[in-house]
């Protein structure tokens, strides 16, 4: 088992945060999340913390070969649960691989909060654990550290990609939605946050 | 804005999320939580969810939620019974 920790700071509000992480996808950078699906959302009529639960399908990368010895299609389904409290300001999203368990397992959670030294940025923390799964146990450290490097890397990318995103968001803010979506489009999004499991 | 994983989905996807990124920035982080998106959605989540039980991804998504559940809105059923019970085609034997 790996960990991974990185926290970064994003110079937009909570509010551009967590409205353009909404509309993350499609992205160049990420083409291989082809689709992202809302299972089920509400708001808790007790707390006001609004859910969300998501499936990504993603192209796998991994060369056919390799998916035939491991027996994975080339499609891979990644599920993100999250909540939102608009009171706190706190954005939780957990996401977990679906397919390929047998080969890897990844754990991820990211939150967005509000950065108490700077109300006009948002503190950005990502966590996840890296398990190499029963196909592949005889080479699991290999793996593990394969993948943590990989990982890295992604979440490196991903949140530049990201920045880009709000930058366009910003400049966006007081324009009609659609705007924002293609701008969201035409540029980057935070690959790591999601998609990092589903591109291993 | 992103597909759906059944292609005829896409479209009443799109204007779901249209509407719910509205409905974000404009009411919710507001404070209006009440909801403006429903039908939108269920009409999506029809769609969907029979996607999903053709691609096999019900189950696997069923046996997710047993390690990490998603709470339900107090108002929905707790459990997500899913049509378990329709055996309708009896298929017509010939030896």
């Known amino acids: 088992m790996k960990f991974f920790q990185a926290t970064h700071k994003f110079d937009h509000s909570w509010a551009q945060v967590t409205a353009a992480n909404w509309m993350k996808y499609p992205n160049e950078q990420c083409p291989h999340v082809i689709a992202v699906d809302v299972l089920d959302r509400h708001v808790d009529p007790e707390t006001g913390v609004l859910r969300t639960e998501r499936l990504l399908t993603c192209n796998q990368n991994a060369p056919a070969l390799v998916l035939k010895f491991l027996g994975g299609s080339t499609l891979s389904y990644v599920r993100e649960t999250s909540e939102l409290d608009p009171k ?113 | 804005m992103s597909s759906s994983i059944g292609e005829k989905c896409t479209n009443i996807k799109q204007e779901y999320d249209s509407c719910f990124n509205s409905w974000y920035s404009e009411k919710f982080l507001k404070g209006d939580a009440s909801p403006e998106c429903d039908d939108l959605f269920f009409k999506y989540k029809d769609c969907l969810m029979k996607v999903l039980e053709e691609k096999k991804l019900d189950t696997l998504l069923a046996d997710a939620r047993k390690d990490n559940p998603f709470p339900n809105a107090s108002s929905s059923s707790s459990a997500p019974s899913s049509s378990s019970s329709s055996t309708n085609s009896e298929s017509t034997r010939k030896d």
């Not at chain 1, 030294?117 to 799964?133: R, W």
């Not at chain 1, 550290?145 to 990609?161: E, M, Q």
């Open chain 1, 88 to 200: 706190t300001k706190k954005l939780t999203m957990r996401t977990q691989n679906l397919s390929m368990c047998n080969v890897l397992i990844i754990n991820e959670t990211v939150t967005y909060t509000v950065n108490p030294q700077d109300e006009s940025s948002t503190m950005f923390k990502q966590e996840a654990q890296i398990v190499a799964g029963s196909a592949l146990s005889r080479f699991s450290s290999y793996v593990e550290d394969f993948c943590l490097t990989r990982f890295r890397d992604n979440a490196a990318v991903g949140r530049a990609g990201f920045e880009m995103v709000l930058e366009k968001f910003k400049a966006a803010s007081h324009e009609a939605t659609s705007q924002l979506e293609k701008a969201t489009v035409a540029t980057a999004a935070a690959a790591a946050v999601n998609a990092a499991g589903a591109s291993l």
